[in-house]
C-alpha cells in the first residue's frame, strides 16, 4: 500500500498524508508521505530506499492529507482522518 500512495503523491506536490498506526509491540507509528517517498517520524527510517519503510507486524490505523508543504504551526487538513486505504483513490486528493 506504501508503494501505491507514494506513487499518487507523486503527481500532488502541494499534498502530503500523515499515516498513523501502530508497531507490533503496540509502539506509536507515524509515517508521512510527501512527493513520493515515505518517512518515519516516530522511526528511525533506512537509508537504504529498497528496504521496507515498515516491519510486517506494523499496522496502520488512519490517515490524513494535508495542504503541502507543511507549517506545524498552521496545519491544514483536507481530508481524514480515513482509512489510508482510502486514499488509494487519486480523487480523494483533490
Avoid at 509502539?27 to 510527501?34: D, G, H, K, N, S
Avoid at 482509512?83 to 483533490?94: I, K, M, S
Wanted: without cysteine.
Amino acid at each position: 500500500m506504501l508503494a501505491e500512495l507514494e506513487s499518487i503523491s507523486r503527481d500532488r506536490p502541494d499534498r502530503a498524508l500523515r499515516l498513523q498506526g501502530r508497531m507490533g509491540d503496540g509502539e506509536a507509528l507515524e509515517v508521512v508521505i510527501f512527493r513520493g517517498f515515505s518517512s518515519s517520524l516516530t522511526h528511525p527510517t533506512a537509508f537504504d530506499p529498497d528496504q521496507p519503510l515498515l516491519p510486517s507486524e506494523a499496522r496502520i490505523e488512519s490517515a490524513v492529507l494535508l495542504k503541502a508543504p507543511l507549517n506545524p504551526a498552521a496545519e491544514q487538513v483536507l481530508a481524514g482522518p480515513r482509512p489510508a486505504q482510502d486514499f488509494l483513490d487519486r480523487a480523494l486528493w483533490g
